[in-house]
T-cell receptor, first 115, second 112 residues
Framework: GAVVSQHPSRVICKSGTSVKIECRSL??????MFWYRQFPKQSLMLMAT?????????EQGVEKDKFLINHASLTLSTLTVTSAHPEDSSFYIC???????????FGQGTRLTVV | GQQVMQIPQYQHVQEGEDFTTYCNSS?????IQWYKQRPGGHPVFLIQ?????EVKKQKRLTFQFGEAKKNSSLHITATQTTDVGTYFC????????????FGRGTSLIVHP
């Protein structure tokens, strides 16, 4: 199947700093990428949908100025958590969908801990 | 908005027993997908069902899509310890951007 690489896998940062998470589709072009947040033992909460070359569409309740998403190319989307606080600590996962397809392939996830 | 309900939330079984998780959507779906997430891992795509009443099999896993395309199930026959993980269904609506709506998942615990 298609491979999606997410980096970093783990990051610890100080409160008030910003963290950038990268999501790359390695062997296909991803018109659409999704960013999720997952709390322990819970489901995937969709944060935003990112389409290449256009602004991301954020789900209700997700602050677009805090969670900056950039999808500058067909193989790369980034999520930047700005001015991170301990409540932002979570598991963030991206998924990418190939043009014309409906199944999505997930990255490995990023465990963010804000101290 | 669209909701996808998934039950049960947890299921403990003895190795060798069968397991089933159920998914119900508040709206008619275009497709339904199933994913497996191992503890500490990321969701991995298992299968997609598209047709009304469709049944697909992958070894010991059987996936069904209801006639009304509003419900789905995943059945595992004779569970093994390698089946441990959380199984998510994700429903997709037609006519839109195919944004998947995930159920809350069913965590399967297999006791040897």
């Amino acid at each position: 199947g298609a491979v999606v690489s997410q980096h970093p896998s783990r990051v610890i940062c100080k409160s008030g700093t910003s963290v950038k998470i990268e999501c790359r589709s390695l062997d296909f072009q991803a018109t659409t990428m999704f960013w999720y947040r997952q709390f322990p033992k819970q489901s995937l909460m969709l944060m935003a949908t990112s389409n290449e070359g256009s602004k991301a569409t954020y789900e209700q309740g997700v602050e677009k100025d805090k969670f900056l998403i950039n999808h500058a190319s067909l193989t790369l989307s980034t999520l930047t958590v700005t001015s991170a606080h301990p409540e932002d600590s979570s598991f963030y996962i991206c998924s990418a969908r190939q043009t014309g397809a409906s199944e999505a392939f997930f990255g490995q996830g990023t465990r963010l801990t804000v101290v | 908005g669209q909701q996808v309900m998934q039950i049960p939330q947890y299921q403990h079984v003895q190795e060798g027993e069968d397991f089933t998780t159920y998914c119900n959507s508040s709206t008619t779906l275009s497709n339904i997908q199933w994913y497996k997430q191992r503890p500490g891992g990321h969701p991995v795509f298992l299968i997609q069902l598209v047709k009304s009443g469709e049944v697909k099999k992958q070894k010991r896993l059987t996936f069904q899509f209801g006639e009304a395309k509003k419900n789905s199930s995943l059945h595992i026959t004779a569970t093994q310890t390698t089946d441990v993980g959380t199984y998510f269904c994700a429903g997709l609506l037609s006519g839109g951007s195919y944004i998947p709506t995930f159920g809350r998942g069913t965590s399967l615990i297999v006791h040897p």
